[in-house]
């Protein structure tokens, strides 16, 4: 496989972003670079269901050389400082909501030393500090509507960790404008043929009415659900996730602000009901809300009601969405000279935002093996690429079932979620020990990890995980520096809401930012 010419088969963020990417690293603009082609329906819209990203996304686009301020303003987009989770412990009762927050910010480790232990003690002991806001400021900013950073601080940089939320139409269109002006060629026509070379087994070109025969030395396929490449021609089985996660239905509508100048959550609000949640995600004019449910637990009619109660009088005359999906992945996401990228490699809720961090994993992994000279190297390059996509895929599975599990609500759904033959072996061996010690950076293999070990203490802790420590309580002799460290997090907390802007104060300046 002498040749230096990528095919992109599908629009949207998948193959908008890996375009753009493979552009800019691949040197699609000069004589010696990459020749990159993306072909798209134009009949076939953006899915769009999340709308959010995972800090990662900051790093992409410096690389893409954008400014932020480009971005945010033509994406619509918003800052995410993380994620708060209501009603996930258990259900409200006399008002009382249960809920916790999984902030980007990385716990405070004083010294390399872990809090987790110390804060434990502290809780069980009677201490109502929550675990996010004893290790890290962010909750407070968050708390106060805050935005992460402020007009000042250098692009896709600032006092807190954060990410974005954003319109996915516009933010195809702006990934399409960056991948254009980085070189690459599109098309627009509908792929009705994949001709594969009859001894080989590789894609040799793609067809499309609009505009005839396209060849090419490596196709990524980015069709979404219809995997036309990696599915319908070249046949990888698809193995679905379903026993561990239950939903598959989602309801999605957009729902206009009270008044224009109403707060923007920097967050993405995440509330459980009787079987699912509804995602709550702030842009500048509307709130993107969905309800992802599970249809062996509720019907459509019901979750519809779910949703509107959630939303009151705000839907009025608006009409949801459904979307149908399948949980799971391909085990082999690369086979010969095709690599899937995005919903055609797997799909999982849009809880915690892990869709778009896969395509950026995938983009970067790709970027860095090609081009690939001969068949021997596309081979091995193609089996550790499925070694490390299946491994990522595989610990999201455990790690969104850790949401789940925890539950103390008592509805079939969340008593199905917490039944431990739902639970994947490998989440069960973690949580069977973390009962008796904390979290630990040997619990992962960090090149198969998309979420770092803090994030699973957010969660863990936030839904009071029961861990029983007094047998091991002497190792931990250092409760007294660690209360004053959680006493020096707070004041710095309190300092920081001096400093950073309003959420919508900060979103608006970098739209009128030239």
Not at 126 to 137: E, H, I, M, Q, R
Not at 464 to 478: H, I, K, M, S
């Amino acid at each position: 496989m002498a040749g230096n010419r990528i095919v992109i088969v599908g629009g949207g963020t998948a193959g908008w972003l890996t375009a753009a990417y493979l552009a800019k690293q691949l040197g699609a603009n000069r004589p010696d670079g990459a020749r990159i082609t993306l072909i798209e329906s134009p009949e076939i819209g953006t899915i769009g269901v999340g709308e959010g990203t995972f800090p990662t996304i900051r790093s992409t686009l410096a690389t893409l050389g954008v400014s932020e301020a480009r971005f945010l303003r033509e994406s619509s987009a918003t800052f995410k400082q993380g994620v708060r989770f209501v009603d996930w412990e258990r259900r409200s009762a006399n008002g009382k909501s249960s809920e916790y927050f999984h902030p980007f910010n990385l716990p405070l480790r004083p010294d390399g030393r872990d809090l987790s232990p110390y804060w434990l003690l502290d809780h069980q002991a009677g201490s109502p500090l929550a675990f996010a806001d004893a290790v890290t400021t962010q909750g407070k900013v968050i708390e106060a509507g805050l935005a992460p950073k402020r007009l000042e601080d250098p692009d896709f940089g600032g006092p807190m960790n954060y990410a974005y939320h954003f319109d996915a139409a516009r933010f195809a269109a702006f990934l399409r404008g960056v991948a254009v002006e980085l070189g690459i060629t599109h098309l627009q026509g509908k792929v009705e043929q994949v001709t594969l070379d009859p001894e080989t087994g590789d894609v040799v070109s793609v067809s499309a009415p609009e505009v005839g025969v396209v060849e090419g030395d490596l196709f990524v396929d980015c069709s979404g659900f219809k995997a036309l490449l990696i599915g319908e021609a070249l046949g990888a089985p698809f193995k679905r996730c379903d026993d561990v996660l239950f939903n598959d239905r989602a309801l999605a509508i957009q729902v206009p602000y009270e008044t224009p100048d109403a707060p923007i959550n920097p967050y993405t609000l995440a509330t459980a009901h009787e079987a699912g949640w509804t995602w709550d995600i702030g842009l500048d004019s509307r709130r993107g809300v969905g309800y992802v449910f599970s249809s062996r637990h509720s019907d459509e009619a019901r979750a519809e009601e779910v949703l509107r109660g959630y939303l009151g009088r705000v839907a009025d005359g608006l009409t949801p969405r459904l979307l149908k999906f399948q949980t799971g992945y391909r085990e082999r996401q690369w086979i010969g000279n095709c690599v899937a990228v995005g919903l055609s490699a797997g799909f999982f809720e849009p809880l915690e935002s892990t869709g778009i961090m896969l395509i950026e994993a995938a983009a970067v992994m790709i970027a860095e093996v090609f081009p690939l000279r001969d068949r021997a190297a596309r081979d091995a390059a193609a089996r550790n690429f499925n070694h490390l996509m299946a491994g990522r895929f595989e610990r999201i599975v455990a790690f969104l079932k850790l949401h789940y599990c925890l539950t103390r609500r008592d509805e079939a759904y969340w008593r199905d979620n917490a039944d431990p033959a739902s639970w994947p072996q490998s989440l069960r061996d973690l949580l069977a020990q973390w009962e008796h010690r904390p979290v630990s950076r040997f619990d992962f293999l960090v090149d198969l990890e998309t979420f770092l070990p803090a994030s699973y203490q957010y969660i863990l802790y936030g839904m009071n995980a029961a861990t029983d420590f007094a047998p091991v309580e002497g190792r931990y002799p250092d409760m007294a520096q660690a209360r004053q460290t959680f006493a020096k997090v707070g004041a710095a907390a309190s300092e920081a809401l001096k400093h950073l802007p309003p959420h919508r104060t900060l979103v608006e300046a970098y739209y009128r930012r030239a």
